[in-house]
């Protein structure tokens, strides 16, 4: 079989500023909704939920510990000292495009200030300018997972309208700052996390309130707002940028043919693809009056916000994919599995990963040829790995022919959509250099081609080691997807 990827393929790695950078209070960067979740040990460990929610007693007690063993993201695996290093790395295996995202209390410490920091601002000046040297384009995240503390105690994130002129305001600065040094941005990561984690996705604190979903959706209004008037501000200020939406795409199958479990299955992916509908086509959905109805929501829009929406779409749709579910409506099939932001049935046919997410490849054929025939718009899969234990051997080696597989059965699928007629802008695996986990806050749980020598308590030399998929990886790219 040929792989058809195209010549200009972007092919690279991702990360987020809140799970490498370290450095949480140099530079004049502000204290980050991320620097405040504390590790929690797997044995203390009750649900997904509990581990991405946070409680007011818990985030003022974060504020005043300044014992950072207890705070991984305060740490990363200082990508803020050691960035060259790093992207030297990348640029060795050959990276076309490094996914990154910009730290929003780097450069508004507080969040409401009306001039941005300016050694935040020069940081990232320096890391464009070292991927430039190397000819890696930079595909920027404006918003991933984190937001300056202060918004939360005084606006509960998300939930109030005032943070769409903030956010506004902070996507403003740097795109004009880097109007010539970036191409390609996101405005928010996995936005429809907001639904599933309030806090996680958009600073929101529930404690004692009984509405949750009426605030999820209300707050997601109010990004699909920013996110509008973001694209509209940076096509003005430089019309040659391209500016996409991103999706935790969740791919759920029903259990058996069983008419209930098709049906189920079907509003779930509808459900899943219900942001990018807003973002890609610009007005909400019929099917969601339903489900918005039936959740006793009621959402406020201004008026001028259906326009703003519907005349500022985005420029291509990117999405993580790491693994699939099942569903059904038989109550007594209960075997769960856990996985990214979400959980659901098992999959008798698929095998899963060490922290139990299940490995489907095809899959991911699946949703590039969905979301295509749905969208017709470029996409991009900016996340997908696997987390694994790797063990660094006595002669510094990283053997990680799991991951290799992984990588490798994906790759093979995204070919296969290709050949299908899917336009694909490129890939970038996850965690391409070891970093802080999202949801566990752990340096274990390990996705990269570049080993790290840190572990869970932030004991470690920092050193950075090439695993084997490091060697294996370079050897795609070089191929351009030929050699798997
Ligand atoms: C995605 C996030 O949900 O999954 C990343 O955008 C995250 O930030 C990745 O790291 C993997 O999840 P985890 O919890 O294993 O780090």
Redesign the pocket.
């Known amino acids: 079989m040929t792989y058809p990827f195209p010549e200009n393929f972007l092919w690279g790695g991702a990360v987020?500023a809140n799970?490498v950078e370290g450095a949480y209070n140099e530079g004049g960067k502000g204290l980050s909704t991320a620097d405040v979740v504390k590790y929690c040990p797997p044995k203390e460990r009750q649900s997904l939920e509990q581990l991405l929610s946070m409680s007011g007693p818990q985030l003022e007690e974060a504020v005043q510990d300044d014992n950072l063993g207890n705070y991984p993201k305060r740490r990363g695996i200082d990508f803020y000292h050691r960035y060259k290093e790093d992207i030297a790395l990348f640029a060795e295996m050959g990276f076309k495009v490094f996914r990154m995202s910009i730290s929003w209390p780097r450069i508004y410490p507080n969040g409401d200030e009306q001039v941005p920091n300016e050694a935040g601002l020069r940081f990232y000046d320096d890391v464009f300018d070292e991927l430039r040297k190397y000819n890696i384009e930079p595909l920027v995240t404006i918003s991933?997972?984190e937001m300056p503390v202060h918004l939360v105690t005084k606006y509960n994130g998300w939930e109030s309208r005032e943070l769409v002129e903030l956010f506004v305001r902070y996507a403003e600065t740097v795109f004009t700052r880097y109007r010539d040094k970036v191409k390609y941005w996101l405005t928010f990561?996995?936005i429809n996390c907001t639904l599933k984690a309030p806090f996680l996705g958009a600073g929101i604190i529930l404690d004692g309130k009984s509405n949750e979903k009426q605030i999820a959706f209300q707050a997601l209004h109010h990004q699909f707002v920013a996110s509008a008037l973001a694209i509209k501000r940076g096509r003005e200020i430089n019309p040659q940028f391209q500016i996409g939406c991103m999706l935790?795409r969740k791919l759920l199958y029903p259990y058996s043919c069983h008419p209930g479990d098709v049906l189920k299955a079907q509003a779930e992916n509808q459900m899943a693809m219900f942001c990018s509908d807003v973002q890609v086509r610009g007005y909400y959905p019929s099917y969601i009056r339903r489900h918005l109805e039936q959740h006793g929501v009621t959402i406020t829009m201004l008026p001028g916000d259906e326009a703003l929406l519907r005349d500022n779409l985005v420029d291509f749709l990117s999405f993580?994919y790491?693994m699939s579910s099942v569903v059904s409506v038989d109550e007594s099939i209960t075997a769960t599995t856990e996985g990214?932001?979400s959980t659901g049935l098992k999959n008798p046919f698929l095998k899963t990963s060490d922290?139990g997410w299940q490995i489907d490849p095809k899959g991911l054929r699946f949703v590039l040829k969905e979301m295509h025939d749905r969208y017709q718009l470029p996409l991009f899969v900016v996340?997908n790995g696997l987390?694994a234990a790797d063990v660094l051997e006595l002669d510094g080696t990283i053997r990680d022919p799991y991951r290799i597989e992984y990588l490798a059965q994906h790759i093979e699928q995204m070919a296969e959509a290709i050949a299908d007629g899917v336009e694909l802008m490129g890939y970038t695996s996850?965690?391409c250099i070891d970093l802080i986990?999202?949801?566990?806050s752990e340096m274990r749980?390990r996705y990269g081609f570049i080993y790290v020598d840190q572990d869970d308590a932030g004991n470690g030399t920092l050193l950075r080691l090439r695993k084997d998929s490091f060697y294996w990886y370079k050897k795609v790219i070089t191929s351009n997807g030929a050699d798997l």
Do not use: P
Not at 437 to 440: C, G, K, L, Q, R
């Open positions: 987020a799970q991933h997972y990561n996995e935790a993580s790491y990214n932001l922290w996340e987390g996850w965690g986990s999202a949801s566990t749980k």
